[in-house]
Structures are given as C-alpha cells and as structure tokens.
C-alpha cells in the first residue's frame, strides 16, 4: 500500500515540488499518473523509493513509514518495489540471463532462488529465445522487457514503471501496458508514470495527474 498524508518537498534551490499531497493507493491497484515535465511526477517516484525525504507530512510504502525510517532500513524497502526505467539500464556487458539474475545476486539470493526465479521471469516476458543475447543485440521493445523482467523477479509488491514506453515503438508501448496489466491481475500494484495521454485513454482505469506538484485529478476514465 501507498499512502500520503499532507505530503511536501520542496528543494534547497526553492522549488516547491509537491504540494499538501494526499494520495492512497491500495494493495493491487494499477494506477496511471500523468503530468506535463516539471509536475511532480520524478519528485513523486524518488519519494516512493526514499530518494527524497519530505518536508512535511508522511509516506508510507508497503508497511514502511519512510517519514521515521533509518538510512539502514532503505535496501528493505527497495527490495519491496520494482522499478522499470525509460532508458531500461541494463548492463551492456552481461547478456539477459545475468542482466535479470543480476538484481538477485545483489541480495544475496541463492543459487537456488536464482535458478528457480529466473527462468520462471524470462518465461513469463517471452525472452526464452534471448537469454543468451546481450542488449546491443535486442531490440527497443526487447530490452524494455528485460528491464521489466528485472523488475519482477524479486517478486516486489509494487512496480514503479517510469515512462516505460518512451523509449520504444507506440505499436510495443501497448504491448509493455498489456504486459503491466498481466502482472497487476497476479495481484501486484502497479503506478505507471507517463506522458502518453494515447495510452491512458485507450487503458483507462485509476489516473492521477499532477499539475505544479498537486494533484488535479484522481478518478477512474
């Protein structure tokens, strides 16, 4: 669960990047937030993941109250959330397999968990034919997948999918979306940050839009 409560950051250069923000989101929940560049939308993710710290009011993500949380506690929050990227960050010098084991290693995973997990993810994302590949070699659409793989098999609660579709083709942004609604119908919460106004009205659901760092707008479409 997500909840903010009378939520605000505001920078040391003096700018106010979200106002008063009051916003649940449930267990299970696939929401869209929207906004022109400079809304609040970045602000909002690096709260999620305790990138920032809030001015005022409180955060809470996942059982986790990041308003009071200690510097030592982050890594198990950020174990809890999966983030996908617009620029995917995979790490040119390791092929889809390691890219995705990779995030498991980092926690110490077992061999075991590894050989278990990520087959089970790279089955599930239609990469079986890849796992060899590095990503100079896939395409667009192929290494978002993968950076959607890597997301997944840490088997977090939420997903945060950063402008997932803008580096890729419309025609494969739909694809990434439908993919997104798959892995919410198993039961995680996804938030899907975008500016492609197309895709929401074509997906509908829950959308959030945010305008000079408040929220606007918080209603199914």
Sequence with gaps: MIELKDVSVKYSNGVDALNNVNLKVTDGEFVFVVGNSGAGKSTLIKLLLREVQANE????????NLTKMRRGKIPSL???IGVVFQDFRLIP??????NIAFVLRCTDASPKVIRQRV?????????????????????????????????LVNEPKLIIADEPTGNIDPRLSFEIVKLLQDINAQGTT????????????????????????????????
């Design 57 to 64: 009011g409180e955060v809470l993500v996942n059982g986790f």
């Design 78 to 80: 950020r174990r809890t």
């Design 93 to 98: 010098t390791l092929n889809v397999y390691d």
């Design 119 to 151: 087959p089970r993810v790279i089955g599930t994302l239609e990469l079986g034919n890849k796992v060899k590949c590095f990503p100079n070699e896939l395409s667009g659409g192929e290494q978002q997948r993968v950076a959607l793989a890597r997301a």
């Design 190 to 221: 996804v938030l899907m940050v975008t500016h492609e106004h197309d895709l929401v009205r074509e997906f509908g659901g829950r959308t959030i839009t945010l305008r000079d760092g408040s929220i606007v707008f918080d209603d199914y479409i």
